[in-house]
Protein backbone atom coordinates (compact mmCIF):
# COMPACT_ATOMS: atom_id res chain seq x y z
CA UNK A 1 0.00 0.00 0.00
CA UNK A 2 1.38 3.64 -1.19
CA UNK A 3 1.12 4.99 2.29
CA UNK A 4 3.51 2.51 4.13
CA UNK A 5 5.93 4.11 1.95
CA UNK A 6 5.22 7.70 3.91
CA UNK A 7 6.79 8.91 6.74
CA UNK A 8 4.99 8.85 9.59
CA UNK A 9 4.42 12.25 10.49
CA UNK A 10 2.91 12.30 7.12
CA UNK A 11 0.91 9.37 8.53
CA UNK A 12 -0.15 10.63 11.79
CA UNK A 13 -1.16 14.67 10.36
CA UNK A 14 -2.74 13.43 7.68
CA UNK A 15 -6.71 14.21 7.73
CA UNK A 16 -9.29 12.15 5.60
CA UNK A 17 -10.71 13.49 2.76
CA UNK A 18 -14.21 14.72 2.44
CA UNK A 19 -16.17 12.87 0.86
CA UNK A 20 -17.62 15.14 -2.06
CA UNK A 21 -21.63 15.12 -2.88
CA UNK A 22 -23.30 14.89 -6.02
CA UNK A 23 -25.58 18.26 -5.52
CA UNK A 24 -28.84 17.26 -8.14
CA UNK A 25 -29.48 19.69 -10.65
CA UNK A 26 -32.66 21.78 -9.73
CA UNK A 27 -34.25 24.18 -12.73
CA UNK A 28 -34.02 27.27 -12.21
CA UNK A 29 -37.41 29.60 -12.88
CA UNK A 30 -36.18 32.55 -14.89
CA UNK A 31 -36.56 36.08 -13.61
CA UNK A 32 -38.50 37.32 -16.55
CA UNK A 33 -41.99 35.62 -17.55
CA UNK A 34 -41.19 36.57 -21.08
CA UNK A 35 -38.06 34.11 -21.05
CA UNK A 36 -39.78 31.05 -19.81
CA UNK A 37 -41.00 28.29 -22.39
CA UNK A 38 -44.29 26.64 -21.89
CA UNK A 39 -46.83 24.96 -24.34
CA UNK A 40 -48.16 28.64 -25.51
CA UNK A 41 -45.09 29.40 -27.12
CA UNK A 42 -43.03 26.06 -27.95
CA UNK A 43 -43.42 27.79 -31.53
CA UNK A 44 -41.61 30.91 -30.87
CA UNK A 45 -38.30 30.81 -32.46
CA UNK A 46 -35.85 33.44 -31.95
CA UNK A 47 -32.69 33.12 -33.54
CA UNK A 48 -30.04 35.75 -32.05
CA UNK A 49 -28.84 36.73 -35.36
CA UNK A 50 -26.55 40.12 -35.86
CA UNK A 51 -28.65 42.86 -38.04
CA UNK A 52 -26.54 41.83 -40.89
CA UNK A 53 -27.46 38.51 -40.41
CA UNK A 54 -30.96 38.99 -40.60
CA UNK A 55 -31.33 41.26 -43.52
CA UNK A 56 -29.08 39.15 -45.89
CA UNK A 57 -31.13 36.39 -44.88
CA UNK A 58 -34.78 37.78 -45.52
CA UNK A 59 -33.88 41.81 -47.26
CA UNK A 60 -34.52 40.88 -50.57
CA UNK A 61 -37.96 39.52 -50.29
CA UNK A 62 -38.70 42.28 -47.45
CA UNK A 63 -37.70 44.73 -50.57
CA UNK A 64 -39.83 43.21 -53.00
CA UNK A 65 -43.34 43.19 -50.74
CA UNK A 66 -43.01 46.06 -49.65
CA UNK A 67 -42.35 47.41 -54.05
CA UNK A 68 -45.49 45.26 -54.64
CA UNK A 69 -47.90 46.85 -51.38
CA UNK A 70 -46.78 50.46 -52.32
CA UNK A 71 -47.64 49.90 -56.02
CA UNK A 72 -51.01 48.20 -55.52
CA UNK A 73 -52.30 48.63 -52.44
CA UNK A 74 -53.95 52.02 -51.91
CA UNK A 75 -53.82 52.50 -48.00
CA UNK A 76 -50.16 51.51 -48.22
CA UNK A 77 -49.74 53.96 -51.27
CA UNK A 78 -51.12 56.78 -49.18
CA UNK A 79 -48.95 56.19 -46.05
CA UNK A 80 -46.08 56.83 -48.43
CA UNK A 81 -47.76 59.98 -50.08
CA UNK A 82 -48.65 61.03 -46.54
CA UNK A 83 -45.04 60.08 -45.15
CA UNK A 84 -42.98 61.98 -48.03
CA UNK A 85 -45.64 65.14 -48.05
CA UNK A 86 -44.91 65.55 -44.33
CA UNK A 87 -41.11 65.21 -44.00
CA UNK A 88 -40.11 67.06 -47.52
CA UNK A 89 -43.73 69.15 -49.17
CA UNK A 90 -43.09 71.23 -51.86
CA UNK A 91 -39.28 71.23 -51.06
CA UNK A 92 -36.66 72.43 -47.80
CA UNK A 93 -35.42 75.75 -48.27
CA UNK A 94 -32.20 76.84 -47.53
CA UNK A 95 -31.14 80.19 -45.72
CA UNK A 96 -27.27 81.35 -45.65
CA UNK A 97 -26.09 82.79 -41.73
CA UNK A 98 -22.91 84.83 -42.47
CA UNK A 99 -22.45 87.35 -40.00
CA UNK A 100 -20.47 90.53 -40.55
CA UNK A 101 -17.13 90.53 -38.88
CA UNK A 102 -17.76 93.86 -37.18
CA UNK A 103 -20.96 93.78 -35.36
CA UNK A 104 -22.29 90.49 -35.90
CA UNK A 105 -25.01 91.46 -38.45
CA UNK A 106 -26.10 88.80 -41.03
CA UNK A 107 -24.15 89.87 -44.41
CA UNK A 108 -27.17 90.60 -46.68
CA UNK A 109 -25.23 90.85 -49.64
CA UNK A 110 -23.48 87.45 -49.22
CA UNK A 111 -26.17 85.73 -48.16
CA UNK A 112 -28.02 86.88 -51.15
CA UNK A 113 -25.82 85.45 -53.36
CA UNK A 114 -25.35 82.38 -52.01
CA UNK A 115 -28.55 81.28 -51.60
CA UNK A 116 -29.31 82.76 -55.42
CA UNK A 117 -26.25 80.39 -56.66
CA UNK A 118 -28.37 77.36 -54.82
CA UNK A 119 -31.68 77.91 -55.81
CA UNK A 120 -29.88 78.00 -59.72
CA UNK A 121 -27.85 74.98 -59.08
CA UNK A 122 -31.06 73.55 -58.01
CA UNK A 123 -32.68 73.41 -61.28
CA UNK A 124 -34.20 70.23 -63.05
CA UNK A 125 -30.78 70.59 -65.80
CA UNK A 126 -28.42 70.93 -63.55
CA UNK A 127 -28.52 69.41 -59.91
CA UNK A 128 -29.80 65.91 -61.36
CA UNK A 129 -27.08 63.86 -63.12
CA UNK A 130 -30.24 62.66 -65.74
CA UNK A 131 -31.32 65.90 -65.97
CA UNK A 132 -34.97 65.04 -65.19
CA UNK A 133 -35.46 65.65 -61.40
CA UNK A 134 -35.03 69.07 -59.52
CA UNK A 135 -33.83 69.21 -55.89
CA UNK A 136 -37.68 68.86 -54.59
CA UNK A 137 -38.04 65.49 -57.17
CA UNK A 138 -34.73 64.08 -55.71
CA UNK A 139 -35.69 65.12 -51.66
CA UNK A 140 -39.24 63.76 -52.60
CA UNK A 141 -38.24 60.38 -53.89
CA UNK A 142 -35.25 59.89 -50.90
CA UNK A 143 -38.59 60.61 -48.64
CA UNK A 144 -40.59 58.01 -50.58
CA UNK A 145 -37.71 55.30 -50.42
CA UNK A 146 -36.66 55.61 -47.09
CA UNK A 147 -40.55 54.88 -46.31
CA UNK A 148 -40.85 51.96 -48.70
CA UNK A 149 -37.39 50.75 -49.03
CA UNK A 150 -35.70 51.81 -45.83
CA UNK A 151 -32.83 53.35 -47.78
CA UNK A 152 -31.38 55.27 -50.95
CA UNK A 153 -27.74 55.76 -52.16
CA UNK A 154 -26.96 59.18 -53.84
CA UNK A 155 -23.99 59.55 -55.89
CA UNK A 156 -22.23 62.92 -56.18
CA UNK A 157 -21.43 63.17 -59.66
CA UNK A 158 -18.24 65.55 -60.21
CA UNK A 159 -19.16 67.27 -62.87
CA UNK A 160 -21.62 70.57 -64.49
CA UNK A 161 -24.64 69.52 -66.31
CA UNK A 162 -27.07 71.71 -68.05
CA UNK A 163 -26.58 75.17 -67.38
CA UNK A 164 -24.79 75.06 -64.47
CA UNK A 165 -20.98 75.83 -64.34
CA UNK A 166 -20.11 74.30 -60.95
CA UNK A 167 -19.34 70.60 -61.31
CA UNK A 168 -21.74 69.15 -59.51
CA UNK A 169 -24.50 66.45 -59.88
CA UNK A 170 -26.69 63.77 -58.44
CA UNK A 171 -27.22 60.38 -59.30
CA UNK A 172 -29.69 57.93 -57.07
CA UNK A 173 -28.96 54.64 -56.92
CA UNK A 174 -31.80 51.64 -55.66
CA UNK A 175 -30.52 49.29 -53.07
CA UNK A 176 -31.29 46.96 -55.53
CA UNK A 177 -28.05 47.85 -57.40
CA UNK A 178 -25.93 47.25 -54.73
CA UNK A 179 -24.36 43.57 -54.80
CA UNK A 180 -24.78 42.24 -51.47
CA UNK A 181 -23.17 39.23 -52.14
CA UNK A 182 -20.29 40.42 -53.78
CA UNK A 183 -17.02 38.80 -52.22
CA UNK A 184 -14.09 40.50 -54.32
CA UNK A 185 -10.67 41.64 -53.23
CA UNK A 186 -10.36 44.12 -51.24
CA UNK A 187 -7.98 47.83 -50.78
CA UNK A 188 -6.85 46.59 -47.37
CA UNK A 189 -5.72 43.00 -46.13
CA UNK A 190 -7.69 44.56 -43.09
CA UNK A 191 -11.03 45.04 -44.44
CA UNK A 192 -13.55 43.27 -45.40
CA UNK A 193 -17.05 43.42 -47.76
CA UNK A 194 -20.29 43.32 -46.00
CA UNK A 195 -23.26 43.43 -47.89
CA UNK A 196 -21.98 45.02 -50.98
CA UNK A 197 -19.61 47.67 -48.97
CA UNK A 198 -16.05 47.15 -48.41
CA UNK A 199 -15.20 48.12 -44.73
CA UNK A 200 -12.41 48.89 -42.38
CA UNK A 201 -11.49 47.70 -39.12
CA UNK A 202 -13.24 50.59 -37.71
CA UNK A 203 -16.44 49.54 -39.71
CA UNK A 204 -16.17 52.86 -42.03
CA UNK A 205 -17.04 52.40 -45.19
CA UNK A 206 -14.04 52.23 -47.92
CA UNK A 207 -16.15 51.65 -51.30
CA UNK A 208 -19.31 50.21 -52.54
CA UNK A 209 -19.49 47.62 -55.34
CA UNK A 210 -22.84 48.50 -57.85
CA UNK A 211 -23.98 46.72 -60.72
CA UNK A 212 -23.40 49.02 -63.62
CA UNK A 213 -27.42 47.82 -64.06
CA UNK A 214 -30.26 47.66 -62.05
CA UNK A 215 -30.61 43.62 -61.60
CA UNK A 216 -33.99 43.98 -62.87
CA UNK A 217 -33.71 45.22 -66.22
CA UNK A 218 -33.64 42.04 -68.16
CA UNK A 219 -34.88 43.52 -71.19
CA UNK A 220 -32.29 45.67 -71.41
CA UNK A 221 -29.09 43.71 -71.04
CA UNK A 222 -25.98 44.78 -70.73
CA UNK A 223 -23.58 44.85 -74.18
CA UNK A 224 -21.44 42.17 -74.49
CA UNK A 225 -17.75 42.65 -72.88
CA UNK A 226 -18.83 45.29 -70.44
CA UNK A 227 -18.34 44.45 -66.71
CA UNK A 228 -21.16 44.45 -64.71
CA UNK A 229 -19.72 46.27 -61.35
CA UNK A 230 -18.54 49.76 -60.87
CA UNK A 231 -17.07 50.35 -57.26
CA UNK A 232 -17.63 53.81 -56.51
CA UNK A 233 -15.56 55.16 -53.11
CA UNK A 234 -17.22 56.18 -49.75
CA UNK A 235 -16.51 59.92 -50.35
CA UNK A 236 -19.18 60.00 -53.45
CA UNK A 237 -21.99 58.08 -52.10
CA UNK A 238 -24.93 59.21 -49.45
CA UNK A 239 -25.76 55.74 -47.85
CA UNK A 240 -29.11 57.25 -46.60
CA UNK A 241 -31.01 54.97 -44.07
CA UNK A 242 -32.33 54.73 -40.60
CA UNK A 243 -30.35 52.74 -37.95
CA UNK A 244 -32.37 50.29 -35.72
CA UNK A 245 -29.51 48.28 -34.75
CA UNK A 246 -25.57 49.47 -33.75
CA UNK A 247 -24.47 46.93 -36.07
CA UNK A 248 -26.66 47.40 -39.14
CA UNK A 249 -25.28 48.17 -42.31
CA UNK A 250 -28.57 48.39 -44.17
CA UNK A 251 -31.93 49.73 -44.22
CA UNK A 252 -34.82 48.03 -43.79
CA UNK A 253 -38.28 49.37 -45.45
CA UNK A 254 -40.95 50.84 -42.77
CA UNK A 255 -43.40 48.44 -43.84
CA UNK A 256 -41.37 45.20 -42.33
CA UNK A 257 -43.58 44.70 -39.33
CA UNK A 258 -46.44 44.76 -41.04
CA UNK A 259 -46.41 43.15 -44.75
CA UNK A 260 -47.91 39.90 -43.50
CA UNK A 261 -50.82 41.49 -42.26
CA UNK A 262 -51.66 44.34 -45.08
CA UNK A 263 -50.68 40.99 -47.22
CA UNK A 264 -54.06 39.03 -45.03
CA UNK A 265 -56.01 42.21 -45.51
CA UNK A 266 -55.44 42.22 -49.42
CA UNK A 267 -56.33 38.90 -49.49
CA UNK A 268 -59.71 39.06 -47.32
CA UNK A 269 -60.51 42.83 -49.29
CA UNK A 270 -60.75 40.76 -52.45
CA UNK A 271 -62.73 37.04 -51.11
CA UNK A 272 -65.39 39.77 -49.74
CA UNK A 273 -65.61 41.70 -52.80
CA UNK A 274 -65.90 38.29 -54.97
CA UNK A 275 -68.45 37.07 -52.50
CA UNK A 276 -70.86 41.02 -52.89
CA UNK A 277 -70.35 40.22 -56.88
CA UNK A 278 -72.18 36.56 -56.68
CA UNK A 279 -74.53 37.69 -53.94
CA UNK A 280 -76.01 40.33 -55.86
CA UNK A 281 -75.79 38.38 -59.69
CA UNK A 282 -79.38 37.23 -60.04
CA UNK A 283 -79.54 34.39 -61.84
CA UNK A 284 -81.89 31.44 -62.60
CA UNK A 285 -81.35 27.55 -63.00
CA UNK A 286 -83.50 25.58 -65.49
CA UNK A 287 -84.56 21.79 -65.05
CA UNK A 288 -86.17 19.62 -67.73
CA UNK A 289 -87.11 16.36 -68.07
CA UNK A 290 -86.87 15.60 -71.66
CA UNK A 291 -83.83 13.99 -72.64
CA UNK A 292 -83.38 15.63 -75.56
CA UNK A 293 -83.76 19.40 -74.61
CA UNK A 294 -81.88 22.01 -74.11
CA UNK A 295 -78.55 20.64 -72.19
CA UNK A 296 -76.57 23.68 -71.38
CA UNK A 297 -74.21 26.05 -73.60
CA UNK A 298 -71.52 25.25 -71.25
CA UNK A 299 -67.97 23.83 -72.59
CA UNK A 300 -66.33 20.50 -71.56
CA UNK A 301 -62.91 19.97 -71.05
CA UNK A 302 -61.73 16.64 -69.37
CA UNK A 303 -65.19 15.10 -68.13
CA UNK A 304 -66.26 18.66 -66.75
CA UNK A 305 -68.19 21.43 -67.95
CA UNK A 306 -67.67 24.54 -67.71
CA UNK A 307 -69.90 27.64 -67.01
CA UNK A 308 -69.31 31.18 -66.71
CA UNK A 309 -71.51 32.99 -64.15
CA UNK A 310 -72.83 36.30 -65.09
CA UNK A 311 -75.70 38.56 -63.07
CA UNK A 312 -79.44 38.32 -65.28
CA UNK A 313 -78.29 34.87 -67.26
CA UNK A 314 -80.23 31.15 -67.39
CA UNK A 315 -78.48 28.54 -67.02
CA UNK A 316 -80.23 25.06 -68.11
CA UNK A 317 -79.45 21.92 -65.91
CA UNK A 318 -79.46 18.02 -67.19
CA UNK A 319 -81.70 16.04 -66.11
CA UNK A 320 -81.35 14.73 -62.66
CA UNK A 321 -79.28 17.86 -61.44
CA UNK A 322 -80.00 20.17 -59.03
CA UNK A 323 -77.27 23.57 -57.43
CA UNK A 324 -76.20 23.02 -53.99
CA UNK A 325 -73.89 25.78 -52.91
CA UNK A 326 -71.94 25.21 -49.65
CA UNK A 327 -72.77 28.10 -47.13
CA UNK A 328 -69.31 29.72 -46.22
CA UNK A 329 -71.00 32.62 -45.41
CA UNK A 330 -69.09 35.00 -42.73
CA UNK A 331 -70.92 37.00 -39.51
CA UNK A 332 -72.59 39.69 -41.18
CA UNK A 333 -70.32 42.97 -40.06
CA UNK A 334 -66.55 41.38 -39.85
CA UNK A 335 -64.70 43.08 -42.65
CA UNK A 336 -65.07 46.56 -41.46
CA UNK A 337 -63.98 45.51 -37.25
CA UNK A 338 -60.97 43.96 -39.30
CA UNK A 339 -60.32 46.46 -41.78
CA UNK A 340 -59.96 48.73 -39.18
CA UNK A 341 -57.46 46.62 -37.15
CA UNK A 342 -55.49 46.45 -39.70
CA UNK A 343 -55.00 49.73 -40.98
CA UNK A 344 -54.51 50.86 -37.14
CA UNK A 345 -51.58 48.48 -37.24
CA UNK A 346 -49.96 49.69 -40.64
CA UNK A 347 -49.94 53.17 -38.89
CA UNK A 348 -48.60 52.11 -35.84
CA UNK A 349 -45.59 50.25 -37.91
CA UNK A 350 -45.01 53.27 -40.06
CA UNK A 351 -45.46 56.01 -37.44
CA UNK A 352 -48.27 57.23 -38.83
CA UNK A 353 -52.17 58.23 -37.98
CA UNK A 354 -54.44 56.15 -38.53
CA UNK A 355 -56.22 58.99 -40.27
CA UNK A 356 -53.44 59.89 -42.37
CA UNK A 357 -53.28 56.01 -43.57
CA UNK A 358 -57.33 55.40 -43.89
CA UNK A 359 -58.52 58.97 -44.67
CA UNK A 360 -61.19 58.41 -42.14
CA UNK A 361 -61.98 61.08 -40.04
CA UNK A 362 -65.67 59.89 -39.25
CA UNK A 363 -64.09 58.86 -35.45
CA UNK A 364 -62.03 62.49 -34.90
CA UNK A 365 -62.75 65.30 -32.53
CA UNK A 366 -60.31 68.23 -32.30
CA UNK A 367 -58.51 66.84 -28.80
CA UNK A 368 -57.50 63.19 -30.43
CA UNK A 369 -56.77 64.68 -34.11
CA UNK A 370 -54.73 67.09 -32.56
CA UNK A 371 -52.83 64.73 -30.23
CA UNK A 372 -52.45 62.67 -32.91
CA UNK A 373 -51.14 64.94 -35.59
CA UNK A 374 -48.47 66.35 -33.20
CA UNK A 375 -47.05 62.54 -32.22
CA UNK A 376 -47.06 62.15 -36.46
CA UNK A 377 -45.10 66.21 -36.61
CA UNK A 378 -42.39 65.06 -33.90
CA UNK A 379 -41.74 61.43 -35.74
CA UNK A 380 -41.65 63.61 -38.75
CA UNK A 381 -39.31 66.22 -37.29
CA UNK A 382 -37.01 63.80 -36.43
CA UNK A 383 -36.56 62.26 -40.25
CA UNK A 384 -36.33 65.57 -41.06
CA UNK A 385 -33.36 66.32 -38.66
CA UNK A 386 -31.47 62.95 -39.83
CA UNK A 387 -32.19 64.71 -43.78
CA UNK A 388 -30.26 67.45 -42.79
CA UNK A 389 -27.25 66.16 -40.87
CA UNK A 390 -26.65 63.54 -43.11
CA UNK A 391 -27.51 64.77 -45.95
CA UNK A 392 -28.86 68.21 -46.83
CA UNK A 393 -25.76 70.23 -45.00
CA UNK A 394 -22.92 67.60 -46.21
CA UNK A 395 -24.13 68.26 -49.93
CA UNK A 396 -24.22 71.64 -48.93
CA UNK A 397 -20.47 72.30 -47.46
CA UNK A 398 -19.32 70.12 -50.31
CA UNK A 399 -21.39 72.38 -52.96
CA UNK A 400 -19.86 75.19 -51.85
CA UNK A 401 -16.77 74.50 -51.79
CA UNK A 402 -16.80 73.50 -55.79
CA UNK A 403 -19.07 76.35 -56.27
CA UNK A 404 -15.77 78.99 -54.80
CA UNK A 405 -13.53 76.43 -56.55
CA UNK A 406 -15.13 76.72 -60.50
CA UNK A 407 -15.27 80.63 -59.66
CA UNK A 408 -19.10 80.44 -59.09
CA UNK A 409 -19.10 82.36 -55.64
CA UNK A 410 -17.06 85.16 -54.70
CA UNK A 411 -16.69 84.92 -50.47
CA UNK A 412 -13.36 86.91 -49.30
CA UNK A 413 -11.29 84.53 -47.10
CA UNK A 414 -13.19 81.96 -47.67
CA UNK A 415 -9.75 79.80 -47.71
CA UNK A 416 -9.03 80.74 -44.35
CA UNK A 417 -12.56 80.29 -42.74
CA UNK A 418 -14.51 77.98 -44.80
CA UNK A 419 -16.73 77.67 -41.53
CA UNK A 420 -17.96 81.30 -41.28
CA UNK A 421 -19.78 80.55 -44.52
CA UNK A 422 -21.13 77.14 -44.07
CA UNK A 423 -23.34 78.47 -41.09
CA UNK A 424 -26.87 78.09 -42.84
CA UNK A 425 -30.78 77.65 -41.89
CA UNK A 426 -32.19 74.50 -42.91
CA UNK A 427 -36.43 75.57 -43.46
CA UNK A 428 -38.47 72.43 -43.97
CA UNK A 429 -42.04 72.22 -44.56
CA UNK A 430 -44.12 73.09 -41.64
CA UNK A 431 -47.53 72.41 -40.89
CA UNK A 432 -51.22 74.35 -40.22
CA UNK A 433 -52.92 74.90 -37.15
CA UNK A 434 -55.57 72.45 -36.19
CA UNK A 435 -58.26 74.82 -35.05
CA UNK A 436 -56.43 78.00 -36.05
CA UNK A 437 -58.51 80.75 -33.36
CA UNK A 438 -57.09 78.66 -30.30
CA UNK A 439 -53.74 77.83 -31.55
CA UNK A 440 -53.14 81.67 -32.98
CA UNK A 441 -54.38 83.14 -29.24
CA UNK A 442 -52.22 80.75 -27.57
CA UNK A 443 -49.17 81.32 -29.97
CA UNK A 444 -49.67 85.26 -29.27
CA UNK A 445 -49.81 84.69 -25.28
CA UNK A 446 -46.60 82.80 -25.57
CA UNK A 447 -44.66 85.57 -27.43
CA UNK A 448 -46.23 88.16 -24.74
CA UNK A 449 -44.84 86.04 -21.80
CA UNK A 450 -41.59 85.38 -23.42
CA UNK A 451 -42.09 82.06 -23.75
CA UNK A 452 -41.66 82.22 -27.58
CA UNK A 453 -39.92 84.25 -30.12
CA UNK A 454 -41.88 85.79 -33.51
CA UNK A 455 -39.67 83.96 -35.21
CA UNK A 456 -40.62 80.55 -33.73
CA UNK A 457 -44.21 81.57 -34.29
CA UNK A 458 -43.31 82.34 -38.17
CA UNK A 459 -41.58 79.53 -38.62
CA UNK A 460 -44.16 77.25 -37.04
CA UNK A 461 -46.60 78.16 -39.24
CA UNK A 462 -45.08 77.80 -42.15
CA UNK A 463 -44.58 81.56 -43.09
CA UNK A 464 -40.59 81.71 -44.51
CA UNK A 465 -38.35 83.33 -41.65
CA UNK A 466 -38.45 86.21 -40.20
CA UNK A 467 -36.06 88.22 -42.25
CA UNK A 468 -38.47 87.95 -44.95
CA UNK A 469 -41.58 88.53 -43.38
CA UNK A 470 -41.03 91.37 -41.79
CA UNK A 471 -39.78 93.55 -44.86
CA UNK A 472 -42.92 92.25 -46.73
CA UNK A 473 -45.15 92.75 -43.43
CA UNK A 474 -43.82 96.83 -43.20
CA UNK A 475 -44.33 97.24 -47.25
CA UNK A 476 -47.89 96.12 -46.96
CA UNK A 477 -49.18 98.42 -44.42
CA UNK A 478 -46.82 101.22 -46.05
CA UNK A 479 -49.25 100.49 -48.97
CA UNK A 480 -52.30 100.55 -46.81
CA UNK A 481 -51.42 103.98 -45.27
CA UNK A 482 -50.66 105.08 -49.24
CA UNK A 483 -53.87 103.98 -50.11
CA UNK A 484 -55.92 105.43 -47.20
CA UNK A 485 -56.68 101.65 -46.90
CA UNK A 486 -57.71 100.90 -43.48
CA UNK A 487 -57.94 96.63 -41.61
CA UNK A 488 -58.34 95.15 -38.52
CA UNK A 489 -54.56 94.31 -39.15
CA UNK A 490 -53.59 98.27 -40.00
CA UNK A 491 -51.12 99.30 -37.36
CA UNK A 492 -51.77 102.90 -36.50
CA UNK A 493 -48.92 105.34 -34.69
CA UNK A 494 -49.83 104.27 -31.40
CA UNK A 495 -47.35 106.64 -29.32
CA UNK A 496 -48.96 109.46 -31.32
CA UNK A 497 -52.47 108.39 -29.97
CA UNK A 498 -50.94 107.29 -26.38
CA UNK A 499 -49.91 110.99 -26.24
CA UNK A 500 -53.01 112.45 -27.25
CA UNK A 501 -55.01 110.16 -24.84
CA UNK A 502 -52.87 111.59 -22.09
CA UNK A 503 -53.15 115.39 -23.06
CA UNK A 504 -57.20 114.53 -23.14
CA UNK A 505 -56.99 113.10 -19.63
CA UNK A 506 -54.67 116.50 -18.44
CA UNK A 507 -57.76 118.63 -20.08
CA UNK A 508 -60.51 116.61 -18.23
CA UNK A 509 -58.85 117.15 -14.87
CA UNK A 510 -57.81 120.44 -15.17
CA UNK A 511 -61.33 121.50 -16.75
CA UNK A 512 -62.60 119.55 -14.04
CA UNK A 513 -60.35 121.89 -11.24
CA UNK A 514 -61.89 125.07 -13.12
CA UNK A 515 -65.20 124.03 -12.64
CA UNK A 516 -64.89 123.05 -8.83
Known amino acids: MAFLNLPLSDVLNSTPEAEVKTIPKVQKKRSYSGANSTRYNYSWLTPSDSADSNILGGGNKLLSRARDLCRNNPNVRQGQRSFALNVVGQGTRVQAQTRKSRGGKLDKKINDSIEMKWKKWCRYDSVSANGRDCFSDIENIIAKQLFEAGEIFVRLVKKPFGRSSIPLALELLEPEQLDSEYKGPTKSKNNTWRMGIERDQFNRAVRFAFFKRHPGDTPFPISVGQTRHMFIPANEIMHLFVTDRPSQSRGVSMLAPVLESMHQLSGMTEATLIKARASSALMAFIQTTDPDGLMGDGEVMENERVSSFEPGKFVYLNPNESIQVPDLDAPNGEFEPFNKMILRQLAAGCGI ?33 YLEERFLQPLFDLWLELAVLSGNLDLPNYEIDPEKYRKVRWLFRQWHYVDPLKEVSAAKEAVKAGFKTQAQVISEMGSGDIEEF ?4 KNEIDQQIQLGLFFDTTVTDTSKQQSEGNIDESDSQTNGKEAT
Do not use: G
Request: aromatic share 10%.
Open 353 to 385: SFESVSKDFSETNYSSSRLSLLEDRDHYRCIQK
Open 470 to 473: MPAR
